[in-house]
């Protein structure tokens, strides 16, 4: 069985890219061969000490990038741009496993999307990312998704690196101080993710706050079934067990917690006094168990490696 694998990076000098990078540094099984980028050419990969002199290489056409001997090739581009990547991808050898980080493939029925601690646990060759905020909503509707009655309203509040590193009007530092900016009031992305991949009733409005990194998601359900806190806390920490980076807490979860941490947290249980009214908070990293984490969690899998290998969660 092979258990050593041979990773391609295209797009490697966001933030996201940074975190696979520094985990990848860490893995036993995966070692980055190149690592391509649109504005750092032949600069060392700062983060990377298996291979001391591995320098970017310039992202261009897919006609001139080189994919022999690679057996991964993860794709941390912006959204709309990994097609003609992955067709070249696949010209070159249909065998090599891709991932894609983007929203590009979240729809596309070809492409397994993942979840890591709720998908089917099936080996895929082409796997879509799922998306940061909608990462948190699905770890906090999964659990009771046969309880929930009509629309689940959920507001999600990320640091501004979910905003990406290219400065706009959600990173702009004098536009964010004393400051939180809604944006996407409707029709956002990650709520169509959602509404494909977990629960279609859904509305979701996010907004971007004065801190770095970490996302907050409050969901307001209602339920089909009178029930106490006590009880719902019992089903979420059955329904994630088995978990590791899942921390099921009675308390409300902070983002500060699981801030450059791999962990989701869940908490803040609270029903109102009909019994039928649920608010759940769900906090995790946009950087880690939003993106990169799931990243490895993913790519793991599909190399018949244990889940959780070189994520270092202790």
């Known amino acids: 069985m092979k258990t050593s694998f041979n990773i391609s990076i295209l797009g490697g000098r966001g933030y996201v890219g940074q975190e696979i990078i520094k985990i990848i540094n860490n893995h036993p099984n995966f070692f980055i061969s190149d690592i391509y980028s649109k504005t750092s050419q032949g600069k060392l990969v700062d983060d990377y000490t298996k291979t001391k002199s591995l320098t970017y290489k310039l992202l261009d056409s897919p006609d001139k990038l080189d994919f022999t001997d690679i057996d991964i090739v993860i794709m941390a581009l912006s959204n709309n741009e990994s097609s003609n990547y992955i067709k070249s991808i696949e010209e070159h050898d249909s065998n090599i496993i891709i991932i894609d980080i983007s929203a590009d493939y979240r729809f596309d029925d070809g492409w ?123 089903l979420y920490k059955s329904f994630y067990k088995d978990k590791k980076l899942i921390q099921v807490i009675k308390e409300i979860p902070m983002i500060n917690k699981v801030s450059n941490s791999h962990y989701v947290s869940i908490g803040g249980f609270e029903v109102d006094e009909s019994g039928y009214g649920l608010t759940v908070c769900c906090t995790l990293d946009n950087l880690l168990k939003g993106a990169a984490t799931q990243v490895i969690q993913n790519l793991n899998h599909a190399c018949n490696l244990d889940q959780l290998t070189g994520i270092n969660y202790e």
């Open 112 to 234: 397994a999307y993942k979840l890591p601690e709720v998908s089917a646990q099936t080996k895929d060759k082409r796997i879509s990312n799922p998306g940061c905020y909608a990462s948190a909503i699905q770890f906090s509707l999964f659990p009771i998704k046969h309880l929930i009655d009509g629309k689940v309203s959920c507001m999600g509040i990320s640091g501004y690196s979910g905003a990406g590193a290219t400065p706009n009007e959600k990173n702009d530092p004098n536009n964010l101080e004393g400051n939180i900016i809604p944006y996407s009031l409707s029709g956002h992305i990650h709520e169509k993710e959602v509404m494909k991949h977990c629960y279609e009733k859904i509305s979701f409005s996010p907004h971007v706050a004065n801190f770095f990194r970490g996302i907050l998601i409050t969901s307001h359900i209602q339920l089909t079934k009178k029930s106490s806190s006590s009880e719902i806390y019992d």
